[in-house]
């Protein structure tokens, strides 16, 4: 059975909105491999329908290396509940938000490698409280930035057990969570 992993850029302080401008000097070459490492192991990319048409907009132009190559080549599956323009950013098919659980659980239950969540929301509020969603990786850069998007609401309530840590000479960490219950 495939893995659901939803990965995300964190501050310290709990925010995700606008990593680019806080969280890419944090980006060394170790971090950099632990990113390439895990969106390798993964065959498709799960976003909700804001977050596909804002990568859509910058990841079509990036290309000419292993990961922008592997991200442009695998099928993202957009959740949304309106009409999403797919030949933006394709391989890419719409899952119906009303078909969200139903869609997901056959796509886990398919052969293939991971399936990769990027950034937490709505979303990944939907498929743990479903029982889908085998992992968070968030990477936590030492960055107060005072206000924003948070990482997670109310809606997002869970017990979770560290499965792994990494430190990063940056002073960022990268921290996996799974469900309790869940291996």
């Known amino acids: ?21 806080w969280s890419m000097s944090y980006a060394d070459e170790e971090a950099q491999k ?4 895990m969106t390798l192991g993964a065959d498709a990319l799960l976003l909700g329908r804001v977050t596909y048409e804002g990568m859509a907009q910058a990841w079509p132009s990036m290309g000419g290396n ?6 442009n080549a695998v ?3 957009v959740v949304a509940s309106e009409p999403v323009d797919t030949t933006a950013w394709g391989p890419a098919e719409v899952i119906g938000g009303d078909e969200l659980i139903a869609t997901v659980t ?7 490698r991971d399936i990769l969540i990027w950034g937490t929301g709505r ?6 409280a479903a029982g889908l969603l085998d992992e968070y990786r968030i990477s936590i850069v030492p960055v107060i930035k005072g206000g924003g998007q948070p990482l997670f609401r109310p809606a997002s309530a869970a017990t979770l057990e560290l499965a792994d840590s990494t430190t990063f000479g940056t002073g960022a960490v990268a921290l996996t969570y799974r469900p309790v219950g869940q291996r």
């Open 1 to 21: 059975m495939r893995k659901i992993i939803a990965s995300t850029h964190s501050t310290l302080d709990g925010y995700i909105d606008n990593p680019h401008e």
């Open 34 to 37: 632990l990113a390439f490492d």
């Open 66 to 71: 292993p990961y922008a190559d592997h991200v």
């Open 75 to 77: 099928t993202k599956y």
């Open 106 to 112: 056959e796509l886990k239950n398919r052969d293939g």
């Open 123 to 128: 979303l990944t509020d939907a498929l743990s």
